[in-house]
């Protein structure tokens, strides 16, 4: 009997899905979410439009309403915006467009290891520019070698390092080279900062954002992304009819509408950041590196898989990332309430106290 599973791309076989272990806490600080929820006046809005809408319709082909208040909230144009079911599916659609077999497309690392992955199931030959000793972008490792490059990911506020590039930097990639910028600004809010302002002289950046952080709401799964009206026709081409549920369309439109509701959520991680930095970097045997995102890199004495365990037995979820390039014994913590943030702290000086 022939073997079906030879028809797939070997790169694919040889690859592991993006996944992540099912372990339980019920401080769960593992996947960089908000712990605030969205706020009830919200929550009370978006059913109000909910309710008044017939179920059995699709939403409109193309929905104007929420592109344009996208752009309106972001500073951009609605001809170039659109929306996704996550910022992953826009990850997807950006790469399914411009990356073909041997497609060079450079992306530092370590990072986000979804980009590698699609680049590799289409067929593509991702690029690694590790970053420097001190966990930033090596401006110049990138520029080189995005000379020879069809594509350039970079996530700024960088997932796991916490890193943000420069915008003269990201303007001098954008200029020196002949192909499409990526840059993922996932975490954005939490670094006060934004590159929107460079789209209109920057004709080949792509800015790709997401509601799943900053705007607390990562169950309905909502993304959207900024680039030349060009482009954005584009990759539209390769996005599914009626990707983003009009319940998620509901909620964007209404968080861009009401995000003051939002922001002191926002601004209180961001405190809660620099303090949690604080109080781990006071830790023996624990090395803290800076942030400007919602999520900490912590590097331990003791094996990540160790901390990790006994974290967990303590009733705390946080990511072991010691596999990814340049991490060992790391691990990321996502901030989380001061309540969570002071028992994560506390459990970890007691760990490595009884350590060392």
Aim: include cysteine.
């Amino acid at each position: 009997m022939n073997d079906p599973l030879r028809k797939i791309k070997p790169a694919v076989r040889a690859i592991s899905a993006y996944t992540l272990p099912p372990y339980r806490a019920n401080i769960k600080i593992n996947q960089n979410e908000n712990p605030f929820d969205v706020p009830e006046p919200i929550k009370e809005e978006v059913a109000r439009r909910l309710q008044s809408r017939p179920w059995s319709r699709y939403s409109a082909f193309v929905p104007a309403s929420l592109l344009e208040r996208l752009a309106s909230f972001a500073g951009w144009k609605p001809e170039g915006t659109l929306a996704g079911n996550g910022s992953n599916e826009l990850i997807q659609a950006v790469l399914t467009v411009t990356v073909a077999e041997k497609t060079r497309v450079v992306i530092p690392q370590p990072t986000f290891t979804l980009y590698r992955q699609i680049v590799t199931v289409l067929g593509g030959e991702a690029v690694s520019i590790p970053l420097t000793s001190d966990f930033q972008f090596d401006v110049p490792a990138l520029l080189s070698a995005s000379r020879t490059a069809d594509v350039v990911v970079i996530c700024s506020p960088n997932n796991p390092t916490g890193c943000r590039i420069d915008d003269e930097d990201i303007c001098r990639i954008a200029t020196e080279f002949d192909g499409i910028l990526v840059l993922d600004e996932a975490y954005h809010e939490f670094s006060g900062h934004s590159v929107v302002r460079l789209l209109d002289k920057l004709p080949n950046l792509v800015v790709l954002r997401t509601f799943s952080k900053a705007m607390a709401m990562a169950g309905l799964r909502i993304g959207y992304m900024l680039s030349s009206p060009e482009i954005t026709r584009e990759v539209h081409k390769a996005t599914l009819p009626y990707n983003l549920n009009f319940y998620s369309a509901a909620a964007a439109e209404t968080a861009c509408e009401m995000f003051e509701l939002l922001r002191p959520g926002i601004e209180l991680i961001i405190q809660e950041r620099e303090r949690l930095i604080r109080l781990l970097a006071s830790i023996k045997g624990l090395e803290v590196f800076p942030s400007s995102a919602n999520f900490i890199l912590i590097r331990s004495s003791l094996e990540a898989s160790v901390l990790f365990e006994e974290l967990h037995k303590q009733d705390i979820l946080v990511r072991d990332v010691s596999r990814y390039p340049m991490l060992s014994r790391c691990v990321r913590v996502s901030v989380g309430s001061p309540e969570e943030n002071d028992r994560l702290a506390d459990a970890l000086s007691r760990l490595l106290s009884d350590r060392l």
